[in-house]
Antibody
Framework: QVQLQESGPGLVKPSETLSLTCTVS??????????WNWVRQPPGKGLEWIGY???????NYKPSLKSRVTISVDTSKNQFSLKLSSVTAADTAVYYC???????????????WGQGTMVTVSS | QSVLTQPPSASGTPGQRVTISCSGS????????VNWYQQFPGTAPNLLIN???QRPSGVPDRFSGSKSGSSASLAISGLQSEDEADYYC???????????FGGGTKLTVL
């Protein structure tokens, strides 16, 4: 059974870079059937898609975050990562990694989610 | 302001049927599939309905999804207390070239 687990600092200072890693177990980030995503949820608010990466390294980011976001993949460690630069308090949120099945030829649903990790931006 | 529009709240009594709407546009719901997620407080969202009306394994058949034009709906029949949760719709948006979510609907079982 595929599982995702986020890891990284829970506290980041304003203007610094938020860095998180998602470790995939029971499956492979090198599979051609999936896109690997980051989604976040500010406290008390809704879900926001950040972006995804394919095992080839191809990425797609939410336009409003594109200038600050980098998602990378490490197939040797079966992990993918998120970097969000120049953070502000508005970036405080629970960050989830999630898998999307693309084997049908279109962007499917987020079928597997990590448990989420809370990141607070504060000095 | 979310791209997909959901009512912020919905409610029903045990045994009732409730529906949650999700309104979009030609660039998202009308031209792409809709997925629904259920989220309990303090936990990650869970896929409830994919591809407009498909239930993943393990999801009770009390949950059903439909789509018409640029709108979609989630229906829950035989409402149970354990259905009390937040529900989100989501779809790909061709104009934004990304995933868009609804703002979420908090379902209360009275």
């Amino acid at each position: 059974q595929v599982q995702l687990q986020e890891s990284g600092p829970g506290l980041v200072k304003p203007s610094e870079t938020l860095s998180l890693t998602c470790t995939v177990s029971g499956g492979s980030v090198s599979s051609s059937n999936y896109y690997w995503n980051w989604v976040r949820q500010p406290p008390g608010k809704g879900l926001e898609w950040i972006g995804y990466i394919y095992y080839t390294g191809s990425t797609n980011y939410k336009p409003s975050l594109k200038s600050r976001v980098t998602i990378s993949v490490d197939t040797s460690k079966n992990q993918f990562s998120l970097k969000l630069s120049s953070v502000t308090a508005a970036d405080t949120a629970v960050y989830y990694c999630a898998r999307v099945d693309v084997s049908s030829g279109y962007f499917g649903a987020f079928d597997i989610w990590g448990q989420g990790t809370m990141v607070t931006v504060s000095s | 302001q979310s791209v997909l529009t959901q009512p912020p709240s919905a409610s029903g009594t045990p045994g009732q049927r409730v529906t949650i709407s999700c309104s979009g546009s030609s660039s998202n719901i009308e031209s792409n599939t809709v997925n629904w997620y259920q989220q309990f407080p303090g936990t990650a969202p869970n896929l409830l309905i994919n591809s407009n009306n498909q239930r993943p394994s393990g999801v009770p058949d009390r949950f059903s999804g439909s789509k018409s034009g640029s709108s979609a709906s989630l229906a829950i029949s035989g409402l149970q207390s354990e259905d009390e949760a937040d529900y989100y719709c989501a779809s790909w948006d061709d104009s934004l070239d990304g995933v868009v979510f609804g703002g979420g609907t908090k379902l209360t079982v009275l």
